[in-house]
């Protein structure tokens, strides 16, 4: 068990300034966005102009990714004129590290001058109207971990991170999400939901009765990522959008036959994986169109 000086040490300010500031030494980017690629979607980081990638091993104090669909690097470059840092690979608690590890990019790309984060993740569908390919804009979360004390932000608080107790209800920016339906409206993508999402530990996939909850909680999906990322990136101010990529349809019947696997995530991402990169770099222009709008999305 670690002990709590351990853990904050994982995320302490002064690791997090060193690890920007040897990222800011080594590229020429600044990035404004940041974007975090989920199971089978690394694909958007392949998007970027004049990319320069760098593995998480060589970055200090960056944890590694060991998913299978991750490729666990940074990558650095330009989205329609945006500079922009994409991780293709992103960390999670069944990995084992500490939840401030597995949160430290967001505050290092804070450091660094993001501001926009925008996260993807793939997910089984609880919403019995979603079909396995439809992709829902995650609207709020349901963090279950936290329930049970786990969270990002336990701990002592710092200051130069954000407020003590930050606020949760507007975590999914409002105009955001509204900027992906007109998106979606225009490309005439007929498979875009919205709806809540719900984060478990993992790694192995929720039982029948664990499905059933969570729905009745009112989760549209479930997934192993993504709301800890956004604890973290609201904490610093920076606006979050989300996209949850239904991968597979949550077994909720106990007569079913069907059994969620990690390849029919990856091949779903795979299926996917043009149309979600067209839909996120249309965004991410629509951000540059408005940067210098005191109202900018």
């Known amino acids: 068990m670690l002990s709590m000086s351990e853990c904050v040490s994982d995320d302490s300010y002064e690791e997090c300034r060193t690890t920007a500031d ?3 030494s080594n590229t020429q980017v600044r990035p404004t966005v940041g974007i975090v690629c989920g199971s089978g979607l690394g694909g958007l980081a392949e998007m970027l102009k004049d990319p320069q990638v760098f593995k998480y091993s060589d970055i200090p104090n960056f944890p590694r990714s060991t998913v299978h669909g991750h490729a ?4 650095f470059g ?3 004129g945006k500079p922009c840092v994409c991780m293709q690979g992103r960390f999670h608690l069944y ?3 500490p939840i401030q590890k597995i949160t430290l990019p967001m505050r290092i790309f804070k ?12 997910a089984g569908g609880l919403n019995q109207d979603y079909k396995v390919g439809d992709v829902m804009i995650i609207k709020d979360h349901i963090n279950m971990p936290g329930f049970a004390g786990i969270n990002p932000l336990a701990g002592p608080n710092d200051d130069r991170f954000g ?3 930050p606020c949760m209800s507007d975590a999914y920016n409002r105009e955001l999400r509204q900027l992906a339906h007109d998106v979606a409206a225009e490309l005439g993508y007929d498979f875009l939901k919205e709806g809540v999402y719900s984060v478990v530990g993992g790694p192995s996939f929720e039982t029948i009765a664990e499905c059933r909850m969570l729905h009745r909680l009112g989760a549209d999906a479930v997934g192993m990522s993504t709301a800890h990322e956004v604890i973290v990136a609201r904490h610093a101010g920076m606006r979050c959008f989300a996209l949850s990529l239904i991968s597979n349809r949550a077994v909720m019947d106990y007569d079913s036959q069907e059994k969620a696997n990690h390849e029919e995530v990856l091949e779903t991402g795979r299926v996917r994986s043009q149309q979600l990169e067209k839909l996120v770099s249309i965004m991410v222009a629509r951000l540059e169109q408005n940067n210098n709008d005191d109202n900018a999305f």
Do not use: C, D
């Open 95 to 97: 990995e084992g590290y």
């Open 163 to 165: 407020v003590r107790f």
């Open 111 to 122: 450091l660094m001058g993001v501001e926009t984060m925008i996260l993807t993740n793939a």
């Open 22 to 24: 040897w990222l800011l």
């Open 78 to 80: 330009t989205l329609k």
């Open 72 to 75: 666990g690097q940074l990558v």
